[in-house]
């Protein structure tokens, strides 16, 4: 099976601005979980998707925003953005609730 | 919230030795302490997970233990060889009590295998 796969892989862009990115989870997988990674803050939680349904977040501004289509494929939306929104940022897909999570190699932005 | 604490944040290991790393948890609710590698450029690969109605599991070279009632868990690496050389992440969720899934990462250790 393929693993989990994220586009772009490299973003730049200025303070501001808006930004898209996509996560294709693992085929079969329905739950799709995005982190952020940054040197200071480690790795946080955002939000998890299941069936198009968000089911938890973590503790960030609603300028952090994604949603989930029918073919389990995930967003996720980044508005107005901040020089400190610079990080990785990871997917994971899993089977459904409770399994072990399987990450991509991750989109990293920079804000300028 | 759930917080966990990983300890320590750097370790050097002579090939060929043993490597452990520790993580402690603070919410008893959790249930499942996967463990992640993460290569330079790379995302994290899962290496080894445990859920807290076992108390220890191994896999080739890697293993983990579980103490429930301290609240931590552990990760050891026997016969380290160069390709172990990463950083490792332990993490915490209680997924599987309510089916929805959030992990809590540790702080992350920086594992180098001297040759």
């Known amino acids: 099976k393929a693993g989990v796969t994220q586009t772009p892989r490299y973003l730049i862009k200025t303070r501001g601005q808006q930004v898209t990115l996509s996560c294709s989870p693992i085929s079969g997988h329905r739950s799709v979980s995005w982190y952020q990674q940054t040197p200071g803050q480690g790795l946080q939680f955002l939000f998890e998707y299941f069936s198009e349904t968000q089911r938890n977040k973590g503790n960030f501004p609603g300028r952090f925003s994604g949603r989930q289509f029918s073919n389990s494929r995930s967003e996720m939306n980044v508005s107005t953005l901040e020089l400190g929104d610079s990080a990785l940022y990871l997917c994971?897909?899993?089977?459904?609730?409770?399994?072990?999570?399987?990450f991509g190699p991750g989109t990293r932005l920079t804000v300028l | 919230g759930e917080n966990v604490e990983q300890h320590p944040s750097t370790l050097s290991v002579q090939e060929g030795d043993s490597a452990v790393i520790k993580c402690t948890y603070s919410?008893?609710?959790?249930?499942?302490f996967p463990w992640y590698k993460q290569e330079l450029g790379k995302g994290p690969q899962l290496i080894i997970d445990?859920?807290?109605?076992?108390g220890e599991k191994k896999d080739q070279r890697i293993a983990v233990t579980l103490n429930k009632t301290a609240k931590h868990f552990s990760l050891h690496i026997t016969e380290t060889q160069p390709e172990d050389s990463a950083v490792y992440f332990c993490?915490?969720?209680?997924?599987?009590?309510?089916?929805?899934?959030?992990?809590?990462f540790g702080t992350g250790t920086r594992l180098t295998i001297i040759p």
């Open positions: 994971a897909s899993s089977a459904t609730g409770g399994d072990t999570q399987y």
């Open positions: 919410d008893s609710a959790s249930n499942y």
């Open positions: 993490a915490a969720s209680f997924g599987a009590n309510f089916g929805n899934e959030k992990l809590t």
């Open positions: 445990i859920r807290s109605n076992v």
